[in-house]
């Protein structure tokens, strides 16, 4: 709805919550502070959103298997800021780890590989380099 300062508010109080009730690099804590990311992306405050979907990530990277899913949506998150904030060689450097994982994790026909060409080829679009991005498309 758009309501961010209410969206806010609600994911703080799940986070904390979550803070008290689960150990700290637990996946459920890390699901709250990608909620919060998002909220930041969607307001235009890059630099938390960044600092909570870093947050995320750095609870998957010690709650999780190298090669597990949510690792690369933790990247494409992270991705996505630097794509919003026009910081493309970042987004791709973001996007390129996911799609590793995610080439690794899952099947060639998994949707999750298609959302992650998609937005490669969104930032290349976005840099002007039209062709590169149709290849990704």
């Given at each position: ?9 609600f ?7 979550f ?20 909220v ?9 959103a960044?600092?909570?979907h ?17 690792l690369?949506i ?5 991705g ?10 970042k ?9 590793k ?9 998994h ?27």
């Amino acid at each position: 709805m758009g309501d961010y300062s209410k969206a806010l508010e609600f994911y703080g109080k799940a986070l904390k919550i979550f803070e008290k009730a689960l150990p700290p690099n637990h996946p459920d804590l890390a699901t709250s502070y990608n909620n919060i990311g998002d909220v930041y992306n969607n307001m235009g405050d890059y630099s938390k959103a960044l600092e909570f979907h870093e947050k995320t990530h750095k609870i998957f990277e010690k709650a999780l298997p190298s090669n597990h899913p949510n690792l690369a949506i933790s990247y494409c998150n992270i991705g996505q800021v630097y794509n919003n904030m026009g910081d493309y060689s970042k987004a791709l450097e973001f996007y390129g780890k996911a799609l590793k994982i995610l080439e690794k994790a899952l099947p060639p026909n998994h949707p999750n590989l298609a959302i992650s060409y998609k937005n490669i080829g969104q930032v290349y679009h976005n840099m002007g380099d039209y062709s590169k991005a149709l290849e990704f498309y």
